[in-house]
């Protein structure tokens, strides 16, 4: 931990983005082991905010993948959920999910959790050079994708994680066709899906 010039340490923030529909253990095992390494005080989970378009499938609305999200998290104390893309207007962009929550957090230590799927996106974007003065950017192992090979840069540091072969995609799918999810995602994620007839059919979720 690095102390302040007034010997004060800083707060050490995660930030953990996600359309989450549905969180899963996945993305809750990607952030206890990235508090657990980087002595992180709190994770902040981020849902992405509704796209207004989208090209392959409709994503749930976003009060659910919320509500999912709280469901989730809330019996870890340094878990928590922020608003702040779902509130926001319009598609979300990394760079003002790291601006706001700057602001919101204006002393603290910024770490923005992605799987090695989503930083390989990250490196590809146009102003990535901005990001990386916003937060130290940590990358978590995936199964299926590759960290390795990428040209990373000093304020991105990789972890491996235990394989989590679990996505969102194959939660949905999985609901849809009448296969158990239980055990993928936390109980309380199951019975919210249930309840609220999420991904049961195509027309449902359009
Ligand atoms: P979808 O299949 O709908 O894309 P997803 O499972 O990839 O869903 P996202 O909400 O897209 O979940 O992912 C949010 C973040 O969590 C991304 O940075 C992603 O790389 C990471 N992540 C998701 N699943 C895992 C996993 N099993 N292990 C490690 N990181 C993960
Ligand atoms: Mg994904």
């Known amino acids: ?3 302040t010039a007034g010997g004060v340490r800083r707060r050490r923030l995660g930030i953990m983005g996600g359309t989450f529909d549905p969180i899963h253990h996945g993305h809750l095992v990607a952030a206890s082991e ?3 390494e980087f002595a992180l005080d709190e994770v902040i989970f981020v849902p992405t905010g509704q796209p207004w378009q ?3 499938r409709q994503v749930s609305p976003a009060e659910d ?3 999912m999200t709280v469901v989730a998290t809330a019996s870890n104390p340094r878990f928590t959920v922020s608003r702040v893309d779902i509130d926001r207007p319009g598609a979300t962009y990394t760079v003002d999910t790291l601006r706001d929550l700057r602001r919101l ?3 603290a230590e910024l770490f923005f959790i992605t799987g090695a799927d989503a930083m ?3 490196l590809t974007w146009k102003d990535v050079d901005e990001l990386w003065g916003l937060a130290h950017f940590v990358g978590v192992t995936r199964p299926g994708h590759d960290l390795s090979d990428m040209g990373l840069g000093d304020d991105v540091s990789l972890m491996e994680i235990p394989a989590m072969a679990i996505s969102s995609t194959d939660c949905r799918e999985r609901v849809r066709r009448g296969r158990p999810v ?3 995602v936390p109980d309380g ?3 919210y899906i249930a309840k609220h007839h999420l991904y049961v059919s195509e027309e449902e979720t359009s």
Request: proline fraction near 12%.
């Open 182 to 184: 239980w055990y993928l």
């Open 120 to 122: 390989g996106q990250i």
């Open 34 to 36: 990235v508090a657990a």
């Open 189 to 191: 994620v199951v019975q």
């Open 54 to 56: 989208k090209s392959d």
């Open 105 to 107: 957090h204006p002393d």
């Open 65 to 67: 993948r919320y509500l």
């Open 1 to 3: 931990p690095e102390p």
